[in-house]
């Protein structure tokens, strides 16, 4: 199978920075999709932003001009740099990926996920 294992998350004053990252490994012939969400308390998971395999990338209107998506894909991480931290940036933080394992003469596309990791803004 494919794990996705995060790095990065904690606690920092409002208008600081963090830096996230997703490393995958496992049965993987290439990955389409990779993306961030998070998930605060009482709330529902969303999407904070997603890069294809081209490097096209996509934000909630909410992290615009403030994160930044990035993958290198010979290592199969995808980042999340986020910078002038805001307290409802708060939550869990969840990497997801839309990996391709090939099995013989067939391909499976399967959507994975990540731990999760914690990130606390203070304001």
């Known amino acids: 199978q494919v794990q996705l294992v995060e790095s990065g998350g904690g606690l920092v004053q409002a208008g600081g920075s963090l830096g996230l990252s997703c490393a995958a490994s496992?049965?993987?012939?290439?990955?389409?999709?990779m993306g961030w969400y998070r998930q605060a308390p009482g709330k529902q998971r969303e999407l904070v932003a997603t890069?294809?395999?081209?490097?096209?990338?996509n934000y909630l209107d909410s992290v615009k001009g403030r994160f930044t998506i990035s993958r290198d894909n010979a290592k199969n991480t995808v980042y999340l740099q986020m910078n002038s931290l805001k307290p409802d940036d708060s939550g869990v933080y969840y990497c997801?990926?839309?990996?391709?394992?090939?099995?013989?003469?067939?391909?499976?596309?399967?959507?994975?996920w990540g731990q999760g990791t914690q990130v606390t803004v203070s304001g």
């Open positions: 890069i294809t395999s081209g490097g096209s990338a």
């Open positions: 997801n990926a839309r990996v391709i394992s090939r099995y013989g003469s067939n391909d499976n596309l399967n959507t994975y």
């Open positions: 496992g049965r993987i012939f290439s990955i389409n999709a």
